[in-house]
């Protein structure tokens, strides 16, 4: 896979992600290699059409020329300014190679898990499966592997589709039972819709027995307001099973959620007294070790701090009879920077991508590739405790420097050549939307995507502007024609049916009955 080939996936990926993003969300695009700088300023910038035009730019001149892979540094970024309690955000990654400190990237994603999603693609013949799947596993997001000479859009449509599913945010359960029951996780990730949410009730051993009357339940509350989500009420007592498999899962969630843990009180503490916060700092650690090893004993559970210790008995204490073995271990691919010598920079720069969808979401975007930029341009300095990103707004290349893509491609837009296949003319479309969900199409291509002329939709009788009635003709030939590529299309049909039902002062029956007209004209012979 071509280093053009793969910056073009980027290309079509991105330009996805950018036009199914909601109106009013906040979105950036973090660009990295052997260092990393944001398009914006501040971590993520308002959706509008200014944003939206600068993205589109930078998208478009985007080259393969910013060195190796450091995921790290970018994410630990990330990790410094988290959302704010009423958002969550989702960060979309692509990548074609490899990283040499995956346990330690995959540690950071881990602390990050009660506020962050990632949705991790694997792009080719050699991602790191380790990495793909762990990004995705550990911040309850999803993975998928996308084979060579694939377009990837269709994959990245449809896990953006599931991403783009409303979320609750600052959750917890109250136990209404007699009993001290502790919640593992402690702190619970946001839900999202047609997603499991695993929740375990941790009592003492010495509670063999759990007390029940009718007021007993469990509820699901949102903060802060304890607004109830769910509740249901137990009416029946609980039969006591010795099989400890289930305590034992939710020790292993506690440990691990215990072995992560850097709540944000933390930081501001080391920020507002670095002498006395070292002293709680370090008090709080030994007592998350304590816990986590009282924890590892009495469920046998490995930890960090803890190892299973195998001893040999045996009736015949002569050696002998011994014999050396050799057993051959298979490295795998993940594995090899322990044994083989990685240079610094890789000859075949990586591809990392991300965004974030939701109305009440940040959203974060990441490339590994950026457009040329000067010479004095900060970047980051690792060394900084507390950086701000100073990196500066992204400036558009000269039309000199301008890829032969680039020029094929503005070329196409002026003489509006569109493509005959379906998935091209629905991905067409798309980059054709305005950033507020609007269609501006002139009437010759309507005319040619409808087969009708454009007479057989009066605007007197919709009583409806020229833009208005454009966007709902092309919600309509989505829904019907192109249909089988709902998961490309889901993100833009949806602002723009928000969109229409804002315009209509959120009469949502007269955008369907409007659609409902327009298919009837559509389906005349």
């Not at 996805?16 to 979105?27: D, G, Q, V, Y």
């Not at 370090?282 to 559970?301: G, V």
Request: charged share 20%; hydrophobic share 35%; aromatic share 8%.
């Amino acid at each position: 896979m071509s280093d053009e080939n793969k910056i073009e996936l980027a290309r079509q990926a991105m330009l996805i992600f950018l036009k199914s993003l909601p109106t009013n969300c906040h979105f950036n695009i973090i660009r990295f290699g052997s260092n990393y700088q944001s398009l914006f300023d501040e971590i993520t910038a308002i959706y509008n059409e200014e944003n939206v035009q600068l993205a589109e730019q930078l998208i478009n001149r985007m080259q393969a020329d910013l060195g190796g892979t450091e995921l790290l540094q970018p994410l630990q970024w990330l990790e410094q300014y988290p959302p704010s309690a009423d958002r969550a955000r989702q960060v979309f990654l692509l990548t074609d190679g490899e990283i040499s400190n995956v346990s330690e990237v995959l540690a950071l994603c881990r602390s990050m898990v009660s506020s962050t999603r990632i949705f991790s693609f694997g792009l080719g013949h050699s991602p790191s499966r380790a990495l793909v799947k762990g990004l995705a596993r550990t911040t309850n997001g999803r993975f998928v592997f996308i084979p060579p000479k694939t377009n990837v859009d269709i994959y990245v449509g449809e896990q953006l589709q599931k991403a783009l599913q409303p979320c609750i945010t600052n959750i917890h359960v109250k136990w209404n039972l007699e009993s001290n029951i502790q919640t593992v996780p402690t702190r619970l990730p946001p839900i999202y819709a047609n997603d499991r949410l695993i929740v375990y009730g941790m009592l003492d051993k010495s509670d063999e027995k759990i007390s029940i009357n009718h007021n007993s339940s469990v509820e699901l509350l949102s903060e802060p307001d304890q607004h109830r989500l769910f509740m249901t009420q137990i009416n029946r007592t609980f039969s006591v099973n010795h099989n400890v498999t289930v305590a034992r899962l939710a020790a292993k969630a506690l440990i691990l959620e215990l072995q992560f843990e850097k709540t944000i009180h933390d930081v501001n503490e080391q920020l507002d007294n670095m002498t006395t916060s070292v002293d709680r700092t370090t008090e709080k650690a030994a007592s998350r070790k304590k816990r986590i090893i009282d924890l590892s004993l009495e469920y046998n559970i490995l930890s960090p701090y803890t190892a299973f210790i195998g001893i040999e008995k045996r009736t015949n204490m002569s050696n002998a009879e011994m014999v050396l073995r050799e057993v051959p271990i298979q490295i795998s691919t993940d594995d090899r920077h322990l044994h083989v010598h990685q240079p610094l920079s890789c000859p075949s720069p990586s591809i990392h991508c991300g965004f974030s969808p939701l109305a009440r979401c940040q959203r974060i975007a990441a490339t590994g590739h950026s457009p040329s930029y000067e010479a004095s341009s900060p970047g980051y300095a690792s060394a900084s405790p507390s950086y701000v990103p100073t990196s500066p707004s992204y400036a558009p290349t000269s039309p000199d420097d301008e890829t032969e893509t680039c020029k094929k491609r503005k070329r196409c837009a002026l003489e509006e050549i569109w493509p005959n296949d379906d998935q091209d003319i629905v991905r067409q479309l798309i980059i054709k939307q305005k950033f507020n969900g609007l269609w501006d199409l002139d009437i010759k291509t309507i005319e040619n995507l409808t087969g009708k002329s454009f007479a057989t939709f009066p605007l007197i009788s919709f009583q409806i502007d020229m833009k208005t009635l454009i966007t709902i003709i092309i919600i309509s030939i989505f829904e019907t024609r192109f249909s089988p590529f709902e998961s490309l299309w889901h993100g833009v049909v949806r602002k723009a049916r928000t969109h229409l039902t804002n315009l209509f002062e959120n009469d949502s029956n007269k955008l369907d009955r409007l659609l409902d007209e327009i298919n009837k004209q559509l389906s005349k012979n």
